[in-house]
C-alpha cells in the first residue's frame, strides 16, 4: 500500500483543475462535495501510507516514486519525485486532515459569497502545493511547493480583492515572502554547487561524508533559515502574517495551523543534518524563535481585534517550534506544529463563528458575555486557549514543555528564559480575549444583539472535533520523565531526525521545569482574571500610568512604519523619478523617437510615391538627363 503514497498532493490538484475548468458551470453543492471530498482523499492516503510506514525496516527510508525526469542540463538533473517517511507522512496527514475539516467549515462560512468556486479552486490548489512541498523528495520540487503556497496565501488573502485592506494585505505577503525567497534560492544554489544534487538523500549523504565544511554549511543553513522567517513570519519578515487577516477567517485558520507558517519549520526538520554540523546557524535558529516568541507576545497584550491577536499568536507558537529545531529538539519542534495545527486552526474557527454571530465584528471592546449566547463555540474556544497556555493534559502542554526542557538540558538557559516569558504572556493574552469575548458585562451593539444566534452544524462539528484533537492529541508524546517509550511521536521521527541529540537531565530537575511550565501558565491566567473579571479598571489604569508602553505596544512598536519609511517610501520615490527621468525620457524617448524617425522619413519618400503619372515620367526624364551628362563627363 505504500506505492500509491505519491497520489496524496495529486488528488486536491485535479479537483483543483476540474474546479478551475468547469467550477463556474457546476452547482455549487458539486463544487463543495467535489473540494472536500478531494481533501479527505489525500487524508485517506495519508492514512494508509502511514499504516503501511509502521510495517517498512528503518533501513528502507525514504521510500521514493520517480515520476519522471523533470530537468535534465548537463550535470544539472532534477526529478519530479515524491517521497514517504515518518516526518513526511506526519506532515501529510496534519496538512490533510485539518485542511479537510476547515474545508468542511468553509462550506457554511463561505455559503453566500459570490466568489464561492473561487474560493474553493483556490483552497484545493493551496492544499496541493503545501503537500507537493512536504512531500518532494528534492529541495527543487520543495521550492516549487513553496513558491506555490506563496502564490495561493496572496490569492486568498487578497481573496476580497474589493477591499483596498485586502489587495494590500494579499501584496504585502507576497512581496515580503519574496524577500526571504531571495535567500532560500540562493541556499539551494550553493547545495548544487557544492553537492551536486538537490536530492535529500543525496544532500544527508555528502554532509555524512564530509564533503560540506562546518562553514559552508553555516551558509548554507542561514540562507535556506532566511527563507523560513518569511515563509513562518520570523523576526524580521514577520510584518505580513498580521495583516493576512484580511482574507476569509478559514484561509486565516489553514494558512497558521496546517499550511504555510510552518513550512520553514519543517524545512529546517528535514535539513535537520545540515543545522546539526553547523553549530552557529542551530543557535540563530533558535534565538530568533525564542526572541519571536517574546516579541509577539507582547504586541498581542493591546490588541482587540480577535484575529489580530490569534495572529500574533500564531508568530509566538512559530517562534517555540524554532526554539525546539534550534537546540537540537527537533522532534519536540516538530511535535508543537501536529499539536499547535489542532489548538490554533480550533481557536481561528471559533474565532470565525464568534464573528458569524456578530455579523462580522472584530472588535473585543465590542463584545463580553457571549458564552450564554454560543454554548457550542465558547467551551470550544476555552479547550483552545487552555491548550496554547500550555495547561496539563491539553495537548500544548506536552509539545510547549518538550521544547522548554530540552532547551534548558542543553544549556540554552537564556533561550529556556525567553520562553518561559513567552508562556506567561500567552496565556495572560489568550485569557484576556477569552474574559473580553465571554465573559464579564456586555458591550453588544443593541442591533447587532438583536441578530445574535449559534453557528450552523457545518460550522460547530468541526469546532468540536478540533477541541477534541486539541485535548488527547499530546498523548502520542508524554514526558520523557514518564518513560522514554512513552513518547511515540519522538521514537516516530527519530530515524530521520538524526541530527537531534538529547542531554539527559534527572527526572527530579525535570519535574522541576515541568511545574515553573505549568506554574507561570497559571500565572498568566490569574493575572487575566483579576484584570478583567475582579478588578476591570485596572487596565485602563495601567494604560493611564505607562502611556508611551502601552501606545508602543498598541502601536506594534512602529516596526511597519519604520519598514516604510527605510525601505518602502525610498523605493517608491525612487521607481517614481526612475520613471519620470529614465522611462518616459530615454526608454519612451527612444521608442517615440524611432517612430518619428521612421514617420519622417516615410513623409519624404511619399514626394517619391504622388500616384500621378506625370510626375513618375518627369523624373524618369530627368534621371535620363543625368545619366547621359554622366556618360558625356565621364
Known sequence: MTEIFWLIPFVPALSTLILALFGTKLPKKYVSYQACLAVFGSFVISVISFLSLLQVSHESYPLVKNLFSWISSGS??????????????VMAMVVSGVGFIIHIYSVGYMAKDEGYTRYFTYLNLFMFAMLLLVMASNVVLMFVGWEGVGLCSYLLIGFWFEKHSAASAGKKAFIVNRIGDAGFLLGIMFIFIYIGSGEFTAINAAIGGGAITQGLATLIAILLFVGATGKSAQ?????????????????SALIHAATMVTAGV???????????????????????????AVYAATMAL???????????????????????????AYAAGMFHLYTHAFFKSLLFLAAGSVMHALSGELNMKKMGGLRKYLPLTYPTFLIGAIAIAGIPFFSGFFSKDAILTAAYANGYYFVWG??????????????????????????????????????????????VILAFFSIIAGFVGLPVVLGKKLNFFGHFLEPVLRGGHETHISHDLEWILIGISVGVALLGIIIAWFFYIKAPRIPERIRERFPRIYKLLYNKYYIDEIYNAAFVNPTVRGSEKIYDHFDLKVIDGAVNGTAKVTGFSGKILSYFQSGLIKDYALIFLLGVIIFIGYLIIF
Open 418 to 463: 525567553l520562553g518561559i516569558l513567552g508562556a506567561v504572556l500567552t496565556a495572560f493574552y489568550m485569557f484576556r480575549l477569552i474574559f473580553l469575548t465571554f465573559h464579564g458585562q456586555e458591550r453588544l451593539d443593541p442591533k447587532v444583539k438583536e441578530h445574535i444566534h449559534e453557528s450552523p452544524p457545518v460550522m460547530t462539528i468541526p469546532l
Open 302 to 328: 493591546t490588541q482587540n481585534d480577535i484575529k489580530r491577536v490569534l495572529a500574533y499568536s500564531t508568530i509566538s507558537q512559530i517562534g517555540y517550534m524554532f526554539i525546539g529545531c534550534g537546540v537540537g
Open 76 to 89: 544539472f538533473n532534477v526529478n519530479l519525485s515524491l517521497q514517504l517517511d515518518p516526518l513526511s507522512a
Open 266 to 292: 519543517y524545512m529546517v526538520a528535514r535539513m535537520n543534518l545540515l543545522y546539526a554540523l553547523s553549530g552557529t546557524a542551530a543557535q540563530i535558529v533558535a534565538i530568533v524563535g525564542a526572541v519571536t
Open 235 to 251: 523576526i524580521p519578515l514577520y510584518i505580513w502574517l498580521p495583516d493576512a487577516m484580511e482574507g476569509p477567517t478559514p484561509v
